[in-house]
């Protein structure tokens, strides 16, 4: 049985619906949710429920009952991560799945000097857990999703002409989680890949001057990219209202972009899709030109 956490999460319905597109029986296939209301949707299509909390062991020791594949999607919660994926892994272990695939994230900088840190810490964490473990894993070093890289240029980005935006020079190599998911879905159908880290990465990495430049052309309007520092993009963003979290995380990628830290191209999500993910720039032709 495949059993996929984060079930009613974007990136757990995802692999769902791949794992059925390429053919796995709705039977063979347990989704994870914190309700049993959550789980309705997944029943009328055939799928298994079980329901638990990352935040309580003993539910996810009875979730994993019968288990042989896991999907460890990480969780969002970044104040309790911690132990809310201490309590995953160990309770994976104490069942003895066969096989657990956990989403990690794509990094340079392993350290707390990473403009990344919030976010790092947890994963690199739960990657040792699981090593430390002795199950058999397979890690996802999932670069960002290039689905919240509009979120970067801006929504209105044609009217107001400018990609506001502190990451410097700096290049990015984002995937559509989409592409992350099928891929994920494919590793879980088949029975290889143990004790393997994938970097899920695009094949080429692109600056916000050349997202810009690619713009204006579709616009037929001069579009420019300006690298305020990050205390102005900051207080700009506070100032029309963005919450404080998002300010903070927003800040930390846009540093980590300019850093270089998400410019690290791979062909691993192409050998697994057998085909190239969605470019960066065809994405943004799609999204803009509509």
Do not use: M
């Given at each position: 049985m495949i059993l996929i956490t984060g079930a009613t999460g974007q990136f757990g319905k995802l692999t769902i619906d791949f794992l059925l597109q390429?053919?796995?029986?709705?039977?063979?296939?347990?989704?994870?949710?914190?309700?049993?209301?959550?789980?309705?949707?997944?029943?009328?299509?055939?799928?298994?429920?079980?329901?638990?909390?990352?935040?309580?062991?003993?539910?996810?020791?009875?979730?994993?009952?019968g288990v042989t594949k896991l999907l460890f999607v990480s969780s969002s919660d970044l104040a309790n991560r911690l132990q809310q994926h201490k309590n995953v892994v160990e309770a994976a272990a104490e069942i003895g799945i066969n096989h657990v695939i956990y989403t990690s994230f794509q990094r340079k900088n392993d350290s707390e000097n990473s403009p990344l840190w919030q976010v790092a810490e947890s994963h690199l964490a739960t990657e040792n857990w699981i090593k430390a473990s002795g199950l058999n894993y397979t890690i996802l070093k999932n670069n960002l999703y290039l689905d919240f890289v509009p979120g970067f240029i801006g929504e209105k980005v044609l009217e107001t002409g400018v990609i506001y935006l502190p990451a410097g020079t700096g290049k990015l190599s984002a995937v559509l989680r989409s592409d992350m998911a099928e891929a994920a879905a494919i590793l879980l159908k088949l029975d290889a890949h143990t004790a393997k880290e994938f970097n899920f990465s695009n094949e080429t990495a692109v600056s916000y001057e050349e997202i810009a430049a690619e713009l204006s052309q579709l616009s037929g309007k001069s579009i420019n990219f300006v690298s305020p520092t990050v205390e102005e993009y900051q207080t700009t963003l506070s100032s029309y209202g963005v919450p404080a979290e998002v300010v903070s995380i927003f800040a930390a990628f846009a540093a980590a972009q300019a850093q270089g830290e998400l410019d690290a191209v791979s062909t691993d999500l192409s050998n697994i899709l057998g085909r190239k993910p969605v470019s960066i720039l065809d994405f943004v032709r799609r999204v803009y030109a509509s």
């Open positions: 390429k053919g796995v029986q709705p039977s063979e296939i347990l989704a994870l949710v914190r309700t049993e209301a959550a789980g309705n949707s997944f029943q009328a299509r055939g799928i298994g429920v079980r329901v638990a909390d990352y935040g309580d062991k003993d539910s996810l020791l009875r979730a994993f009952q």
